[in-house]
């Protein structure tokens, strides 16, 4: 089982829909978690990061954490042609206490907003 | 201020050959990870660096090496290429120590042939 379960769609929705991504972590220690875009040919570019149960908001963006369910969503509102793209959970862990750590990623899920 | 900066952005090599990858952080930054993606095991982490030593490591073979330099600069070396190989490689940096957020660059794509 990976840590960080993540449903690759593909999701196809219309523009000006409510999108909502999810994942999955199964590591209990994992404190820190972020939400990444990756455009084809280009490299992950940061959404949005929390570190709290409960919701952050983005103007369309929001980044919600259950730490009890091990649960992390991301919902885009008003969905614009734009934001077709790869989206990617990402959760920071520490190393052994350290404050070196990595980023463990889920699959990534590719969405695509049509006009 | 710059981003996160890698070279070359493209790269054929022959299985058996090495390659070496360079990463320039953003300004100020003084943490330097590298990620290998695949369409098959997605992003996964090689290798963090700070202050020049390397801090942490993931689950990859020693044919995976790195340094880094005093200015930041990073160098990631595969030596003795195989045809798995054939991926993604970004770089991303971390303002310190402790903090969580990376930024990455925009990638060198290897293909071993």
């Known amino acids: 089982q990976k840590e960080v379960e993540q449903d690759p769609g593909p999701l196809s929705v219309p523009e000006g829909a409510i999108v909502s991504l999810n994942c999955t972590y199964s590591?209990?220690?994992?404190?820190?978690f972020m939400w990444y875009r990756q455009y084809s040919r280009k490299g992950p570019e940061l959404l949005m990061y929390?570190?709290?149960?409960g919701n952050k908001e983005d103007g369309r963006f929001t980044a919600q954490v259950d730490k009890s369910s091990k649960y992390i969503s991301l919902f885009i509102r008003d969905s614009q042609p734009s934001d077709s793209a790869t989206y990617l959970c990402a959760i920071f862990s520490n190393a052994g206490g350290t404050s070196y750590g990595k980023l463990t990623f889920g699959q990534g899920t590719i969405l695509t907003v049509h006009p | 201020k710059a981003g996160v900066t890698q070279t070359p952005r493209y790269l054929i090599k022959t299985r058996g050959q090495q390659v070496t990858l360079s990463c320039s952080p953003i300004?100020?930054?003084?943490?330097v990870s590298w990620y290998q993606q695949t369409p098959g095991q997605g992003l996964q982490f090689l290798f963090e660096?700070?202050?020049?030593?390397?801090?942490n490591k993931g689950n990859f073979p020693g044919r995976f090496s790195g340094r880094q330099f005093s200015n930041s600069r990073s160098e990631m070396n595969v030596s003795t290429l195989e045809l798995g190989d054939s991926a993604l490689y970004l770089c991303?940096?971390?303002?310190?120590?402790?903090?969580?957020?990376?930024?990455f660059g925009q990638g060198t794509r290897l293909t071993v042939v």
């Open positions: 590591n209990s220690a994992f404190q820190y």
């Open positions: 991303a940096s971390r303002p310190r120590q402790g903090g969580t957020e990376a930024f």
């Open positions: 929390t570190y709290s149960s």
């Open positions: 300004s100020g930054h003084r943490s």
């Open positions: 660096y700070f202050s020049e030593t390397q801090r």
